[in-house]
């Protein structure tokens, strides 16, 4: 018994053993973690001044900046989230924001800011400033123009906004706990949550919850500490009163007819070139062209064309482009300079008011997308005094394609009267294959991404009077430009057989001559009366076309029936 006695101790010494290490591990397997995590690295804080951003429900990746306990954004990030309305001038130093009838602006570095009528006002701090190249604006200026709310945090700084005030599911804490980084025990702790603290509910799994606190932490808890789950109305901000844009809108249908004039002597052809018209009731002169990139344009206006429309029941809107022979125009110097965009606003104006203008049609054409936000900047501020003296803002655009999004229609669709789609140029001088000019589904669909963005109130559809001859030799494609009476004789000339294409809702005609194959898709009473169904269908403000000289006669039949429609 004694040899055995030490035995059975050994035995039940290693039982002992192994049983505490076991439950050791099943303790420490299910037991907390009061492991915290590193708030930084969780929010991605690189510095000092560097403010995360939790928008809405999830944080993103754009940071703002502290300074001088000023809470910043930067200017893309302005655009992106909250207003996209603000301007940069680069070249002169300046921030600009404009409203339906002032361009408030401000010095970069500086904390005043002035009104077009004159008003300065004093912040308290500093409105923009430069970190570099990068611009970063006051997120308390951004609010005196934009609804949202913002709530800034510290240690470590972050900072919850919303731009939306949406229904949400909230709950309430049941006892005190921690959020962790992710949903189990070993997860590390975020922060501390209270009894009675209320969280908003993001997802429910089986055991964990993701949710985010008053203090905009996003992380888990447990199921078991939530209770009280509740939809939420939250109370919207509204500091800030959208402004309304008035519009001139008429309550016709709008046939506007582009007349091309070259010469002073070209505006004595105004008569004849409307002698065979019906239902004409705007036309618009090819009078300014940009001259130079100081804001000065060459002018062909004439106060007795303007009487004699006026005379024939005619409204003037007056078209300024910048297609001209001198290639020394850079439109970004042009329309990037605050200084160089009013001069020409100006100018325009005086003109339009001097003549005796209705409107102002703006034909700015391959401009680049580094120009897009100056173009934008100087359709808003040339709306101001358009609308102030009751002058028709128009403006031609490309058929949209994505690749010329910049030109930003929906913000013209907002600030302009009336947005005038170039339905035509589907396929043109340097296009590398033959084809329509204004194919049915070209046509189409440009109306209706256009109607996407803009009301339709202001949509204008401009259709061609004009078509394409393709030759095709070898492997090079070349064309040239004729009107409906030449395209005719042309047919006729070479006993071309028509056949009505389907796909482009066109007559078509082609033969051989040797090395050479042509090809030509008409424009006519057919194919513009489908085009006019289309624009019927999406109802519209009207039709636009290109241009007087280049239609026969019996075209016009077609088109009354529509604008009388």
């Given amino acids: 018994m004694k040899k055995i006695i030490p035995v059975i101790v050994a035995i039940v010494l290693i ?6 290490g076991f439950g050791a591990k099943i303790v420490e397997k299910y037991s907390y973690s009061d492991e915290r995590a590193n708030l930084e690295e969780y929010y991605g804080i690189t510095g000092a001044d560097d403010v995360p951003i939790i928008l809405q429900d999830e944080q993103v990746e754009e940071h703002a900046r502290i300074w001088d306990g000023v809470c910043y954004f930067d200017f893309a990030t302005v655009h992106k989230y909250f207003n996209d309305r603000f301007y940069e001038d680069k070249k002169e130093g300046l921030l600009l924001y404009t409203t339906p009838d002032s361009i408030i602006r401000t010095e970069i570095g500086t904390s005043v800011y002035s009104t077009s009528q004159g008003e300065t006002s004093d912040e308290g701090y500093v409105i923009a400033r430069y970190e570099g190249d990068m611009l970063y604006v006051a997120a308390d200026y951004v609010k005196k123009y934009t609804n949202f709310s913002y709530e800034l945090f510290a240690e470590p700084y972050h900072m919850q906004v919303y731009t939306e005030w ?3 599911q909230v709950a309430d804490i049941s006892k005190d706990t921690q959020v962790r980084y992710r949903g189990g025990v070993k997860s590390e702790i975020l922060t501390d949550v209270k009894k009675g603290d ?8 089986e055991n964990w919850t993701k949710v985010k606190t008053k203090d905009a932490y996003i992380g888990y808890v447990e199921n078991k500490r939530l209770t009280n789950q509740r939809m939420e109305e939250p109370i919207p901000v509204t500091d800030y009163e959208e402004p309304v844009y008035a519009s001139i809108s008429k309550d016709y249908k709008i046939n506007l007819a582009w007349h091309a004039v070259y010469s002073v002597a070209g505006n004595d052809t105004l008569k004849e ?14 009078w300014f062209v940009l001259s130079d990139n100081e804001g000065n344009y060459t002018s062909l206006a004439s106060k007795e064309y303007v009487d004699t429309a006026h005379d024939m029941g005619l409204e003037v809107w007056a078209l300024v482009s910048n297609i001209t022979e001198n290639t020394e125009i850079d439109m970004y110097e042009l329309l990037s300079k605050t200084s160089t965009r009013t001069h020409l606003i100006d100018q325009l104006m005086a003109t339009a008011l001097e003549y005796n203008l209705d409107g102002l049609n703006i034909d700015f054409e391959d401009i680049g997308v580094d120009t897009g936000e100056a173009f934008i900047e100087f359709i808003r501020e040339l709306s101001i005094p358009c609308r102030e003296n009751g002058i028709v803002l128009s403006v031609d655009n490309y058929v949209p394609m994505g690749y010329n999004d910049y030109y930003h229609r ?6 302009a009267d009336y947005v005038i789609i170039m339905g035509y140029d589907e396929h043109h001088g340097n296009s590398e294959e033959t084809g329509s000019v204004a194919s049915i589904d070209f046509v189409e669909n440009g109306i209706a991404n256009t109607v996407a963005e803009v009301p339709a109130q202001k949509v204008i559809n401009a259709i061609p009077f004009y078509t394409r001859i393709w030759e095709t030799n070898g492997g090079s494609v070349s064309s040239q430009v004729v009107g409906m009476e030449m395209a005719n004789q042309y047919i006729a000339d070479h006993n071309i057989e028509k056949r009505w294409d389907e796909a ?16 030509v898709w008409l424009e006519d009473a057919e194919s513009i009366q489908v085009k006019l169904n289309i624009m019927k269908k999406y109802e519209i403000a009207g039709v636009a076309e290109w241009r007087l000289g280049l239609e026969t006669p019996s075209i016009w039949d077609t088109i009354a029936e529509y604008v009388s429609q």
Avoid: H, W
């Avoid at 929906?410 to 600030?415: H, L, M, P, R, T």
């Fill in 410 to 415: 929906e913000e013209q669709g907002v600030v």
């Fill in 504 to 519: 482009t809702c066109q007559n078509y005609g082609e033969y051989q001559s040797g090395d050479s194959f042509y090809q």
């Fill in 166 to 168: 949406q229904e949400r």
């Fill in 15 to 20: 039982i002992i053993v192994v049983i505490a």
């Fill in 198 to 205: 209320t969280v908003v509910v993001l997802e429910t799994m």
């Fill in 273 to 286: 070139m409307l002698s065979t018209t019906k239902s004409v009731n705007t036309i618009s002169p090819t």
